[in-house]
């Protein structure tokens, strides 16, 4: 009940920066996929126009008989609309070369094969242009001619295209920005709409209602969803409901549980009273009176010792243990001595328990668990008189992988089936004249707080109750 108390994260915490993070990381992841094919893409067109302008001239170039005869004026409009240095035809093993007049011998080329289409080459070679292409790098664009087995090769600064690649990219990089926030914006509005908000509100009632669980106008009004979600909310008005009436019946018998302690309190010293009285009625001497008083005496002696155990029971189911070393065989000597069994006229009493076996646990509460086992042993045999020959409770101990087993057994005449089927319960399991039923119920209450268990073993002949200590009590 006091495990540590949380509160509700802020907006931009909590699930709601999850999101954010992770709708921006898709997009951001799509955005670089789509972007290298594009940019690939982009590149190869931009090539491919340069080589049709080229695959033109090579028209021209074909026509002509010597190249060298061709006007100059002709030959730089070619290379100009191309934006090429050179332009190479290649057929039948014979090469064409226009030039421009101030053209250089390229010191660093780079070659763009444009018959080798596949993706991975376009890619590769759309990042070399990017990341190297800065400088004063040739290109050589290598693509088919008209003409079976003819080449086509135009040569050219590779700066030109590398910079109509950077417009391009910032192009893309401006519209993914904008699609980007749009989508994210879009995204993040509905599933807040749809989860976080209705989440946040759940979770904001939880924190509400456990601090206050007896106001009945925290319990969440569930909404109309027939999702995931509003399932949640129906069983959780449904469980906070259900916590709500819990509590109230359990205040409202713990008011009542007062109230009896009261009533019973006075009706014991009220039959104290009239316990003194019987004890004054006793010693006249009319033979009547004689007659009766015993049965007097005993009917009070009843009540009294009633009205003192649930007195008792009151009082002590709330005490949790407070664990202490203490030797096993003399604790169930002192619960025999007090269960009157010690120095019995007629009941055995033989203690199994080994000297020297020390276990932790609370010597108090556990004496009082033997006590009831044992005084429910010697009432068995002592009701049953001389019904059963040589009367004998005995306590045994045995180490199991379980823990250690304590048992307390008798050979008296068993459980009645009345105790049987009400076992362990309170006020219920009583089968004997005079019994409260408590006995058996404040023993297992108090074994299982120990961590332990109280159960009950069926013999053939007499009774045998079984405590089970898990190991960690054993002390070395
Ligand atoms: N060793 C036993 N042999 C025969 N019957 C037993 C034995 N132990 C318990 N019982 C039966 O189980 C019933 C329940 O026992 P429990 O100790 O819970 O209550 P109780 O002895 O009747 O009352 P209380 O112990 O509160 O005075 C007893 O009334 C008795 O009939
Ligand atoms: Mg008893």
Redesign the pocket.
């Known amino acids: 009940m006091t495990a540590k108390r949380s509160v509700l994260p802020g907006w931009f915490s909590g699930l709601s920066i999850k999101l954010i993070a992770t709708i921006v990381g898709v997009i951001f992841t799509v955005a670089v996929v789509v972007y290298l094919p594009t940019i690939a893409n982009y590149r190869a067109s931009w090539l491919d126009d340069r080589l049709r302008i080229g695959v033109v001239a090579a028209r021209v170039l074909d026509a002509v008989p010597d190249v060298m005869a061709l006007p100059r004026n002709l030959t730089d409009r070619l290379l100009a609309s191309a934006g090429a240095d050179a332009i190479v035809y290649r057929r039948e093993g014979q090469s064409q070369l226009i030039e421009r007049a101030d053209a250089v011998t390229p010191t660093l080329a780079v070659t763009a094969d444009m018959r080798q289409r596949d993706y991975v080459t376009l890619i590769m070679g759309a990042l070399d242009t990017l990341f190297s292409g800065g400088g004063t790098r040739t290109l050589r664009i290598v693509g088919e001619g008209d003409f079976s087995e003819s080449l086509v090769e135009l040569l050219m600064p590779e700066r030109p295209l590398r910079r109509d690649m950077l417009e391009f990219s910032r192009n893309i990089v401006l519209v993914s920005l904008l699609v980007a926030t749009f989508t994210a914006l879009a995204l993040y509005l509905v599933v807040s709409r749809l989860f976080i908000f209705p989440v946040r509100r759940l979770t904001a009632n939880m924190l509400a209602y456990r601090r206050a669980p007896e106001n009945a106008s925290l319990i969440i009004v569930p909404s109309t969803r027939r999702d995931e979600i509003g399932i949640m909310e129906r069983e959780l008005a449904a469980m906070e409901t259900d916590i709500f009436s819990m509590l109230r019946q359990r205040r409202h018998l713990a008011d009542l549980g007062l109230a009896v302690a009261k009533i019973n309190h006075d009706l014991r010293n009220t039959l104290t009273s009239a316990q003194l009285l019987s004890d004054q009625v006793a010693t006249l001497d009319d033979p009547k009176v004689q007659r009766l008083a015993p049965r007097l005496v005993t009917t009070l002696d009843r009540a009294i ?1 009633f009205a003192q ?1 649930v007195l008792d029971y009151g009082r002590e189911s709330a005490a949790p243990p407070v664990p202490a070393p203490i030797d096993l065989r003399s604790l169930i000597d002192d619960a025999a001595f007090d269960a009157r069994l010690v120095g019995h006229p007629s009941i055995a009493f033989v203690n199994g328990a080994p000297a020297g076996l020390r276990i932790n646990v609370d010597g108090g509460q556990f004496a009082r668990v033997f006590l ?2 044992l ?3 010697r ?3 002592e009701a049953s008189g001389t019904a059963i020959p040589d009367p004998q409770v005995k306590v045994q101990v045995e180490e199991n992988a379980d823990g250690l087993a304590v048992s ?1 057994i ?1 050979n ?5 089936p ?2 049987r089927d ?3 319960i309170a006020f219920e ?4 004249a ?10 297992r209450e108090l074994t299982e707080a120990h961590g332990g268990r109280l159960i009950f073993v069926d013999v053939p002949q ?2 045998r ?1 079984d405590v089970i200590l898990p190991s960690a009590v054993r002390l070395p």
């Open positions: 010792g155990s009831n086992l005084k429910n042993a009432e068995a045999l307390v008798d008296g005449p068993g459980l009645p009345r105790a009400n076992l362990f399991g009583s089968a004997r005079g019994g409260t039923g408590l006995g058996l119920a404040i023993a007499g009774t109750f």
